[in-house]
Nanobody, 124 residues
C-alpha cells in the first residue's frame, strides 16, 4: 500500500503563491512518476503537472505553464507544487498521485494511488 498526504493548501489572494507538498509512505516512490491533479467545483478532475521518476522531465497543463513548478525530493519521499501568480480559476481541490511508470503521463488511468486532496482557494 501507498499513502499520499497532501498539505499546504489554503486561502490566498489573486497574484499570491502557495506551495503544496505530498508526502508518500509505503511502497516505492523514487522509481515512478508523480503527478498533481485538481478538481474545481462542478468540473471533472484534470491534470495539472507531472514529474518523472528522477526529475529529469516534467509536464504542465497549458493553464498553469510558467506559473506552477513541480519538483520532488526522493530522499524525503515528497513531491512539491510551487504555485505562483495564482488566479481565481485555480481554485480547486488539489490531489497528488503516484504513477504506474517512470514517465510523465497526463491521463488519470496511469496513476494508481491518490491522496485525499488539499483545498486551494484563490480570492479575487
Amino acid at each position: 500500500q501507498v499513502q499520499l498526504v497532501e498539505s499546504g493548501g489554503g486561502l490566498v489572494q489573486a497574484g499570491g503563491s502557495l506551495r503544496l507538498s505530498c508526502a508518500a509512505s509505503g511502497r516505492t516512490f523514487s522509481d515512478v512518476a508523480m503527478g498533481w491533479f485538481r478538481q474545481a467545483p462542478g468540473k471533472e478532475r484534470e491534470f495539472v503537472a507531472g514529474i518523472s521518476w528522477n526529475a529529469g522531465a516534467s509536464h504542465y497543463a497549458d493553464s498553469v505553464k510558467d506559473r506552477f513548478t513541480i519538483s520532488r525530493d526522493n530522499a524525503k519521499n515528497t513531491v512539491y507544487l510551487q504555485m505562483n501568480r495564482l488566479k481565481p480559476e485555480d481554485t480547486a481541490i488539489y490531489y497528488c498521485a503516484r504513477g504506474y511508470s517512470r514517465l510523465v503521463l497526463t491521463e488519470q488511468v496511469n496513476y494508481d494511488y491518490w491522496g485525499q486532496g488539499t483545498q486551494v482557494t484563490v480570492s479575487s
